[in-house]
Structure formats: C-alpha cells, structure tokens
C-alpha cells in the first residue's frame, strides 16, 4: 500500500472526524456506527428495487444502513466519489439513524418511503449547513416537515410534483440534469444520482446481527447532551427532538404507524405505479386487497364537540391517506348507534353525523364486532375512558385495539395499545 494512496475505509474514517469537529451532534453518533464492506449483496439487492422505465437499475449505490447501526460499502464504488461527496452521503446516514428511519417504516412502500426520508434527511443537513451534493434528492417544498407527512403527500399527490429530470431517481430542483435535459450536450460522467441503500432488519444476515449491537438510544441521548452542552446542537434536531424523537411522536403519526404496523401486509405486486412515475422511479404498483379497520366513537355524553371533531379529523386523514382500506366507524354511548361502512375516498364521510349523548359503555362494540365481523382484525377506539372498560373480557375478541384516548380521561383500559391525544 502506498503511504499515499487514500484506502476507501481510509476516506470514510476521515470523513467521521470531519463530521465530529464540524457537526458534533452528527460526529459523535457517529462513532457509534459501525464500517462494514457489503459482502452479501444487500445494496445491490437494493438497487434492483430502483429501476428505470426498461426495468433495469437506475442508479448505482455506494453507502447503504441499515437499523442496527452498521454502515455498509462498496469499496470500488467509492472513488467514483470526491471527499465532499462521501462527507455528505456519510452525514446522511448518519442522520437517518438518529431519527430512526429505518423502524418507522410499518407497512409503507419501502421505496416510497425511503424517498421521503431521502428528501426529508437531505432538507435537515441542508437546512444545518451541508452542501447538497448535486444529484441527492431533495425537495424544498417539504422544508420542516416530517417524513410520514412526506410519504403522504407523495402516495396522495406525486402527479403534481414537478416532473423529473433523466432516467434516474432524481428530484429537479437540485439536479444537474435539469437543463441539460432540454438539449444541451452532458457527459455521461455528471449524470449521477446520488443515492443510498436503506437496508430492511429482515435482510440482514443473521451473522451481521449477531455481532455486539451498539445501543443507539443511548448514543443518540450522550451527543445530543454533549451538542447541547457546548452550545452545538443543530436547530433542526432540537426542534425535531421533541416531535420526531423523544419522549413522543404526534398522536396523529403514532396512530397511522400502528394501524399500519396492524393491518396485514397484503400487497400484491402488479404494473408500474404512475404516482411515482413522478419521481422518476418506477415501482411495482400496489394492490392492497383487504385493508379493514373498524373505528369506535365514543359519542357519550361527555364527550365534546371539540373532542367529537377531533375523532372524525383522524378518521378522515385516515381516509384520505391510507388507500385501499375498507373502513366502518360504528358510533356508541351506552349503546350502538350507527355502523356505518366506508371505501377510502368515499364522498359520503364528510356527510357522517354521529349521534349518542348518553352513557358511556364499550362492551356494545366489542360484541358488535364479535357477532358481526368475526374477521375483524384491528379495533381503534376514540373515547374519553369514562365507561365500563374494566368489565371487557379480552380474550372473548380475537381482534387488536388501539385507545386513542382524551387527555382528561378515566382509567387506563385492562388490555390493548393506548394513545393519548
Ligand atoms: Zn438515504
């Protein structure tokens, strides 16, 4: 070896020290992941799902993660990148840790969704001074928000996203390839797309997870203190701390997650979608065959116009947000008022008048569902907690419940996933 020559793992070492003395936060996570050279295949097994309009890969991908802390290479792919290059696609990586990307997928397009956490990661090392590499995907409409709202807005309204340059996976605003497009000359050298490989924990090889697993929680904790502490936290992690991180996500987020943690993963794979033709990115369209939740709304008494409101809202971004489902919203006070079944993009929810204004009991629902839909799969709950949840006989219900439940509430139910507004 030369004393000369910049060895790959060479250049990514020195790209964490820089990483460490201008973006302690970043840096000192950082020394949590661990360099691994890919010897399984999984990027390239991630390329194969980014394909252009002949089906063939559409961009070729040095750097992938995935979410037990190991950062994997491909050492001959790295010298087609200079050094400012790889301190970007390292500090992206390192960024998608710290927000725990790679576990908040649940049940969403892996593709769909690694493009909003793209875009989304690319924005805050954009908005906390890095210089965006041209070619990394990024999209300032989405400045601030979070990747979950991302993914909704793509899955929802892709079509009127500007569309992109080239064959590759890029978003124009940031794309060399953006003028070039409309006639002028380009060499095939600059015609790269930045992207990296998020590696699911299912394909993962047994081997790699059965080394020593770095606690993450932990590290994200000590560099956020530390950054803190001498007065180098980035404002977009502070701000995010809180929403994104800790101590807790929005109830609205928390539900969809769980909802779609719940729900069968029942895709079937058929022609390209064109909601991500938008994006340059041809996936497999998605099928969902059977998406059923069944929503219970405590219309008792106490209940407010307020708190009434604020259930049918998440109904109705469920709704709009969660295509292919099949939906009942099934009113109740101390008995079942409506039962009431819904295909997403329905018209006739925003028509729903729920009625009650008496006691408070569960149980109706409980054996509604029971006796009318013995596949029920997942019950989400909206009440205030003040009625008879400790007479519930859980085992009598083969179906999951969520409670999303009114901060002034009674006690906590016997069984089930709470969430409080
Ligand atoms: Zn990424």
Known sequence: MSLFKKEPVDRLIRAKIRLMDSHPFLGLFSFNLRFMVDTHGMIEAYENTILDKEGKPAVSIPMGIDPFGNIYYIPEKLGAYDDDQLYFILAHEVCHQILKHGERVGNRIEQVWGLSTDIATNLILDEDGFQVPPGCLINRKYKGWLSEEIYDDIMEKAEKVPTPCGSGPCIPEN?????????????PGD??????????????????????????DKARLDAFEYAKSIGRLPATIARRWGAELEPKIPWNILLRNMILLTIPKDFTYTRPSKKTQAYGVYLPSVKKEFVEVFFGVDTSGSIGKDELDSFM?????????????????????????EAEDYYSGSPKLSDFKPSGGGGT?????FE???????RAKLLVYFTDMFGDQQSLKPERYAFQTIWVITPKHGSPPPFGYVIEL
Do not use: M
């Not at 390839?177 to 000359?185: E, H, Y």
């Not at 015609?191 to 059965?210: F, L, M, N, W, Y």
């Open 175 to 187: 794309c060399p390839n953006r003028n070039k497009r409309r006639g002028s000359q380009s060499s």
């Open 191 to 216: 015609q790269k797309c930045i992207r990296d490989a998020h590696i699911q924990g299912e394909d993962v090889p047994q081997s790699i997870k059965d080394l020593p697993q770095p606690d993450l």
């Open 313 to 337: 809202t998440e109904i109705e971004n469920f709704d709009r947000t969660i295509h292919g489902a099949h939906f009942y919203i099934i009113t109740c006070d101390a008995k079942v008022h």
């Open 361 to 365: 009991a569960f149980t109706p629902v």
């Open 368 to 374: 509604f569902l029971r006796e009318n839909y013995p």
